[in-house]
């Protein structure tokens, strides 16, 4: 499962510790994205971390997300997964 976070102020370390508490294996990218301000249509750039989960996480989107969410103050985040094995391991 991959999932893409930004924030103006994001420290993908700190991102990584969280997943740590919560046990959760997975690898966090640093990266940098321009972004086009939809208040006066100017470009920033905004700090991010692409987040690869080793394993799908049925609970991510219900439990793990909210919590992401409020502690690094995020609007929204893109998640891509892909599954191939058991429906009864999902």
């Known amino acids: 499962?991959?999932?893409?976070?930004?924030?103006?102020?994001?420290?993908?370390?700190h991102v990584a510790r969280f997943f740590c508490?919560?046990?959760?294996?997975?690898?966090?990218t640093?990266?940098?994205?321009?972004?086009?301000?939809?208040h006066d249509n100017q470009p920033y750039l905004e700090s991010g971390c692409s987040i690869k989960i080793n394993r799908y996480n049925k609970d991510f989107v219900n439990?793990?997300?909210p919590e992401l969410k409020n502690r690094f103050n995020i609007e929204c985040s893109h998640i891509n997964f892909e599954y191939d094995g058991c429906i009864n391991k999902l």
């Open 1 to 13: 499962m991959n999932v893409n976070i930004s924030s103006s102020r994001l420290n993908c370390e």
């Open 21 to 28: 508490e919560k046990m959760i294996e997975c690898k966090v």
């Open 30 to 38: 640093p990266n940098t994205s321009v972004v086009i301000s939809k």
């Open 63 to 65: 439990k793990t997300w």
